[in-house]
């Protein structure tokens, strides 16, 4: 990733095995230069971009800090690193469907407690539990070294990906004119730019969410039931959250026609999950010629574990980074990064090709663009340990912005990167999951 007339300020350092603080700057110049070359399109004259390393650091974390009330928990009481018969596996059980996968290979009771989950793991050999986990659609991870990855069919895959992979160009046919986003200027370059995310947990959340602080319509679509209580108030923020059933025929027609209104569509779908409902490049591309769609994964897009299901805390087992930490901090067990680096990366990275893209299609061409997890990592990978004598982040306190949300009042850190006469701002607070109809903001699409 380049640096490229991006000024920095800050010395705050996230302690690691890798150069998180560093990574996160990086990953944030990405998605501001790229709106600052959309800026510049709609006449503003070469925007100087800065990023504070202090609130990077930070956003990478939380951004929200509530008053008066808790987050509730991220984290279900059995998800987390057990030690197995030859080694350490991570199970990721927040999700119901996910924690039950999990308990039924291990033949325990739906209420077990963590002790017990932690001796049955323990007569299992890892790769073994870690296929039989994810044979029966649950989530599990090996720690691999980073050699181990490196060897393995899919880390092999993975590297020969590039870090963002873009699809061929395609002539729209509106001339690059869509009416509903003639609103944007320079100060407000998304304004009016419809986007369609559907996406979950963290990476996707933080691309969109990005896209709505610069003006964006930015719908999102949960199942009915999803939740991610202890995120909400962070990922919701900026957005239209809505509900749609895509198992029902009626469900599916009403996305059809948000995907006929859209500019951009931002998912987290593996390859094999769009295939089956119809939203592949492919068949968009014909459906849909003018929009733009940017993909993120978890384990890459070729390979044995294309269609595998994974979280950034799966990745840094698989990938090497948390055996890196462990031996990097003496310890003796997994050591991840200090924060969930990968997710928010990817995320910003793929805010940016979002915005290139749409960049690319207000000049007459539509184009798509596809990132992982895994591939994230090994760019991170590249870079040495942080300095342990360098300044911990932190953010003065005056500056945090006072903010409600769907869940109580709080304080959200002031924005990490600032572009020169491009306010990053939404008057759309964090309502919540299921907040709002599934429709655009003008009423349409529903």
């Not at 808790?70 to 197995?84: M, N, S, T």
């Not at 649950?138 to 880390?155: N, T, V």
């Not at 969410?209 to 679509?221: Q, S």
Request: proline share 7%; glycine share 10%.
């Amino acid at each position: 990733m380049t640096m490229e007339r991006v000024a920095v300020k800050g010395a705050g350092t996230l302690l690691s095995a890798f150069d998180v603080s560093g990574f996160a700057v990086s990953a944030m110049a990405q998605a501001a230069g790229a709106m600052a070359r959309l800026a510049q399109h709609h006449g503003s004259s070469s925007p100087a971009v800065t990023v504070d390393r202090d609130l990077a650091s930070l956003w990478f974390g939380q951004s929200f800090t509530p008053v008066g009330w808790e987050l509730p928990p991220v984290w279900d009481a059995i998800a987390g690193d057990y030690r197995c018969a030859d080694g350490w596996i991570r199970l990721h059980t927040n999700a119901p469907h996910h924690r039950a996968a999990a308990l039924g290979v291990l033949g325990l009771e739906a209420g077990a407690a963590r002790a017990t989950v932690a001796s049955a793991v323990g007569h299992w050999n890892g790769e073994e539990l870690e296929a039989a986990v994810v044979a029966a659609n649950g989530c599990a991870a090996l720690m691999r070294s980073p050699e181990q990855w490196l060897a393995h069919p899919q880390g092999a895959a993975v590297a020969a990906e590039p870090l963002v992979a873009w699809g061929a160009g395609r002539l729209t046919d509106d001339a690059g004119a869509p009416g509903h986003a003639r609103v944007a200027s320079a100060g407000r370059p998304l304004a009016g730019v419809r986007v369609l995310d559907l996406t979950r947990v963290i990476a996707g959340p933080v691309a969109t969410r990005f896209l709505a602080m610069y003006g964006a319509d930015v719908l999102r679509i949960d199942p009915p039931g999803w939740e991610e209580a202890g995120l909400e108030a962070e990922m919701s923020v900026g957005k239209h959250c809505a509900r749609l059933d895509l198992k029902q025929p009626s469900d599916l027609a009403v996305l059809e026609g948000l995907l006929a209104g859209a500019d951009i569509f931002i998912h987290g779908y593996r390859p094999d999950a769009l295939d089956r409902l119809g939203f592949s490049d492919e068949a968009l591309a014909v459906r849909h010629r003018n929009l733009v769609s940017v993909a993120l994964d978890a384990y890459g897009w070729s390979g044995p574990w294309a269609n595998r299901r994974g979280f950034d805390s799966l990745v840094q087992m698989s990938c090497g980074i948390a055996h890196s930490g462990m031996l990097h901090f003496g310890a003796d067990t997994p050591h991840p990064l200090p924060v969930q680096a990968l997710d928010h990366a990817t995320g910003y990275l793929c805010a940016g090709a979002a915005v290139d893209a749409w960049l690319g299609r207000l000049e007459g061409t539509a184009r798509n663009a596809r990132l992982s997890l895994a591939r994230t990592a090994l760019e991170l990978m590249k870079s040495g340990p942080s300095d342990p004598a360098a300044p911990l982040p932190c953010a003065e306190p005056a500056s945090l912005v006072a903010e409600e949300t769907v869940r109580g009042p709080g304080l959200r850190l002031p924005p990490a990167v600032v572009i020169e006469g491009v306010p990053m701002s939404t008057d759309v607070q964090a309502r919540g999951f299921g907040s709002a109809p599934p429709r655009w903001a003008d009423g349409t699409g529903a």
